[in-house]
């Protein structure tokens, strides 16, 4: 193996001799049982890039794993890995009898995942993933339940590197997302009640989880009819989901068994009938299971599904879903009749076969992982293999990670203006990572960063997520036509609390500090800072160090002299110096602009 | 603390920014320079304070349960449509119970008449409208041309796009016309006139305490964030001091690396543009901090002139308390907006628009539940708001209004309402006319019959935002020009078909400035 990658060392020189890199077409990457030319990384700082953009942050011995076996082996053992869960570890403090267990336990969870847990790419991919179908934490529904959101948390990470359908599907059905956008207890219209049905799911999988508003070409740039934008949807086509989404009650709903029993619809709760009265809401199983329709296969689930009801003026029951070319239903049109289930199954294929999918979610993801104004070309490239994988599926999002990861753009991006602003989660992430960070109470990690950076997993502050894709920073940012979405959060306030806590973080709260206060009173995450001490005395070992570790080796010489010179500046006689040097860099570095813009 | 003369503030705050190596790197809209947009000579320091503060409520305020009819027709026609066969105590019961509304007895009512009442929450607001310094303007709502309940099932009619869409008509609502979502608002575009007026050059005329919005974006004047809580700034290095100089020599040797590494973003070539953002952001956010912060420290939370705030909550206040209870959010926010306007001369300030927020309106569910206590938090933090005002001898010059995505539907989905359109605002200040309700209320009639309502539930507003945003406008002092108006859709806002409430650009519920 080792002679095959020489050998191909020697390939890509020639490739270099001849073609830029960028002339290659991606697609050959996949092709199986042929080692590639762009097969690398060729550096430990290449390694180290890739680290940044498809993990939670490299520590040293992942680049030097990354270095030593090439991206395809990494993949092989990022799909592989087993995957970290949230839901286990919040039962097992339940059932351990801590009752002090909500959102702060969930948060706590995902901190220990993020940073112990192997799985790192599919994390990565369940983070994005929860950016795009949002349910949260801020609301009324869902503060108080800690277990169902990590139960919605881990079915992302399941579906990381799964089929697009699937997971639109679990998304759907998880009480989590019924609660939130109130798809739960919709129910058909009723004259006599004066209802109609509920339109927020049908405009948020729509907008937010499929299509958005206006049609796209694959690269993503938008379609135009006499130089106008093309809506996606109408609403006649919301009025037509909202109709089938209707009927759908918690997993635990007791079928009733006579007439006007609607107390069943309106009460169902969580906990199953199996199950102890005195059982914690928190373990109700009703907050864990998929959704089901209310009386499935009785005459009580027309009671509530709106079957044979629907807003077309002809045919009658009739519901108006998405028209695209060669869609289904014939002309988008659903026929009345059907079950709940069924009628959801078709319109949820109806979402998702439309050709706007491969590109409206492509373009998100890459946003998450890459760049924030990834070219049309790129967008292109990725919503391809979405829309076929290369054996024919449609769909599959461990290719089209895979792609995003490995397209040139990614790789090798000549743009000036190229990467993103750092989301603040994936900063603090990232020191933690390098630096070893632990708790000195084993898997607790208290953080609460919604406060200091705006920023907290499954806790944005609405459907939309902490910030809009299409956000553009008002000044030069728009005027070049980039989009900056994660600027939105960067605003006076959290710039300076940010710079605050990364202080805190460095100067005051690392392993070993006599000075911190006892565990029992404050238990922050502590970081490494002594462990470098080795070579913190040479200046620019560790500036190049931490080059390394926390910028993928992107610094400017510029930046390096500067912070080399500020080092020099600093004593040097003990383990106390030394560590202020550590923390001098490392606050400075991610502190700085070079820092804070990921390139 | 000493006190600090206005002088000495500005001159330490320049010098601040004069000693940071990224003096030079103020963004020229900052700079001491002549505007040409304004068209004429604004000389500095000429006019009177006047500060709008757009209240605005995410997620599309439930207004048809904040006014709402009392006379025995229009209450039987809501009771229809917001109760229906429903139990009282049903979750899918929206109707407020006649018996519990304030009675509102307005000296001008809607043109189609009507009587109408307050929901039961909003007391303060009550005594406000009674007292003449609040106003209700009904049905207003994002329109491209007055439109009726005809032409909007017609293909081919102008309409606003991304109808009873959040992200889309929160941005419409504050931008200058509903015809395209801009990126800029008319907030930000009035300060982008209005910002040279103040002989503060480094403060931001536009401060927000509910982070980024539309509203205050200008083309050149991009909001001041502060929080509730106060302004921050930043540890470890004491930059806001000229050259650098903190206590410590550690925190001087640092801050002067960061500077030069902001520095090295700011200039670098081709550089980065999302680095030179970040640095500009982080400059700004510096000074500015610096410098609002020696002023509001001045007119502290606990001063007996807040207090206004808890009692209006029913909250205990204690004199020279540091722990007193926390209040709901708008209070919060607006407590601030009230320090700031407090510290106006200290800040030397002539001109302001505020920005103020709080979410939750979006009752599609557990509408019951959750909607009284987001009026109650409006209601009680605007009436105290005001009060603190007159404390301040700003009332005549402080106009605030609230906004909304949209209202919600007359339906209900079974225990809460979806997205509507028209929807009834709020103006509060000494110069609005109040104890009035300007335009038409709407008719809540069953759908059949009801000549206001389109698709299932949503109200054709009588009122464009251009409108209600042009008369705010107005008593700002703005003139609209025929070159580059604000309003540019203003013009069709006119007695076309007879179809707005109240034709033209000036509602006229602001007396003249």
Known sequence: ?599 | MSYLKRRELLQRSLMAAAGSTAFGLLPAKLALAQSTLTGGTLLRGSLNYKALVCIYLYGGNDSINMVIPRDTAGYDAYRLRRQGNALPGDASNLAVPLASLLPLNPSQGPVNGGQYGLHPAMTGVKAMFDAGRCAVVANVGTLVRPTTKAMFELPGTLLPPELFSHSDQSVLWQTPASDVSARTGWGGRLADIYRLENPNQVLSMNVSLAGDNVFQSGRLVAPYFMNSQGVEQIDAIQTAQANCMPTGEWNRRRCLTFRALQNLGATATPGHAFERAYVEKTQRSISTAAQVASAIILHPANDVKFRPFWDAFGLTWTANSTNLPALPELARQLLMVARVIASRETLDMRRQLFFAGIGGFDTHDDQNANHPALLRDLSQSVSAFYQVLTTLDAAESVTSFTASDFNRTITNNGDGTDHGWGSHQLVFGARVNGNRIYGRMPSLAPRASNPDEVGYGQIVPTLSTDQYAHTLAKWYGYVQPNVEPIFYNLQYMDNTGGILSIPGPDLGFMQPA
């Not at chain 1, 993990?55 to 082996?73: H, M, S, W």
């Not at chain 1, 599904?305 to 519901?319: I, L, R």
């Not at chain 1, 439309?354 to 967008?379: C, E, K, M």
């Not at chain 1, 080059?547 to 020099?568: D, P």
């Open chain 1, 1 to 599: 193996m080792k002679f095959a990658r020489t050998w191909l060392y020697s390939i890509v020189l020639a490739f270099a001799a001849n073609a830029s890199f960028a002339q290659l077409p991606s697609d050959l990457i996949f092709k199986s049982g042929m080692d590639h030319p762009l097969e690398g990384p060729f550096t430990p700082e290449e390694a180290a890039r890739f680290l940044q953009q498809a993990t939670f942050g490299p520590k040293l011995a992942d680049i030097e794993l990354l270095t030593r076996i090439g991206y395809n082996a990494w993949f092989d053992q990022q799909f592989a890995a087993t995957r970290s869960e949230h839901l286990p570890f919040i039962d097992g403090l339940l059932l351990g009898g801590d009752t002090n267990v909500f959102q702060g336990a969930r948060i706590e969870s995902w901190w220990r995942n993020v940073l112990g847990g192997n799985d790192q790419l599919r994390q990565r991919m369940a983070f994005s993933l929860s950016q795009i179908f949002v349910v949260s934490d801020q609301s009324g529904a869902l503060e108080g339940l800690p277990t169902s959101l990590a139960h919605y948390y881990d079915m992302l990470s399941r579906n990381a590197f799964g089929s697009y359908r699937t997971l639109l599907s679990e998304a759907t059905l998880h009480p989590s997302m019924g609660r939130y956008l109130s798809m739960h207890k919709n129910r058909k219209p009723d004259a006599v009640l004066n209802i109609q049905p509920d339109q927020n799911y049908a405009r948020e999988i729509m907008q937010l989880f499929s299509i958005g508003l206006v049609r796209l070409n694959t690269d993503g740039t938008r379609m135009l009819s006499a130089g106008q934008p093309i809506p996606t949807y109408n609403t006649d086509t919301i009025r037509g989901f909202a109709h089938v989404f209707t009927g759908w009650n918690y997993s635990t709903c007791v079928t009733p068994t006579g007439p006007n029993q609607t107390w069943h619809w309106d009460w169902c709760g969580t906990r199953a009938q199996a199950d102890p009265e005195s059982q914690d809401y928190r373990l109700h199983r009703g907050w864990r299971e998929p959704m089901r329709p209310f009386g499935e296969g009785s005459v009580y689930e027309a009671v509530y599904h709106s079957s044979v009801e629907g807003p077309m003026a002809s045919p009658t029951g009739a519901k108006q879903l998405l028209i695209y070319p060669g869609v289904s239903p014939a002309n988008g049109v659903l026929p009345s009749g059907g079950t709940a289930r069924a009628n959801m199954n078709i319109a949820l294929d109806n979402v998702a076969n439309h050709p706007n999918v491969g590109p409206f979610i492509s373009r998100l993801l890459i946003q998450r992982f890459v760049t924030s104004s990834p070219s049309p070309a790129y967008i292109g490239r990725v919503a391809s293999i979405f829309n076929n994988n290369g054996a024919g599926v449609r769909g599959d999002l461990r290719a089209v990670v895979r792609a995003i990861l490995m397209d040139t753009e990614a790789r090798r991006p000549t743009a000036v203006n190229r990467g993103k602003l750092r989301e603040p989660l994936l900063r603090l992430s990232q020191l933690y990572r390098a630096f070893d960070a632990a708790s000195r109470v084993p898997d607790r990690f208290n953080e609460y960063t919604d406060y200091w950076m705006a920023q907290a997993p499954l806790s944005s502050p609405t459907v939309f997520n902490y910030y809009l894709p299409n956000y553009q920073l008002p000044g030069e940012i728009t005027t070049l036509g980039l989009f900056s979405p994660e600027f939105q959060i960067t605003t006076d306030t959290y710039i300076t609390r940010i710079v605050n806590e990364m202080g805190g973080k460095v100067f005051w709260q690392f392993q070993g500090n006599a000075s911190l206060p006892p565990v029992n009173q404050w238990n922050p995450t502590l970081v490494n800072i002594n462990r470098d001490l080795s070579f913190a005395n040479n200046a620019e070992v560790l500036v190049s160090r931490y080059s390394l570790l926390m910028m993928g080796g992107t610094m400017s010489t510029a930046m390096s002299n500067l912070l080399v010179a500020h080092v020099r500046d600093m004593p040097n006689n003990n383990d106390e110096d030394r560590r202020r040097r550590v923390q001098d860099v490392l606050w400075l570095i991610m502190n700085s602009p070079e820092y804070v813009v990921e390139k």
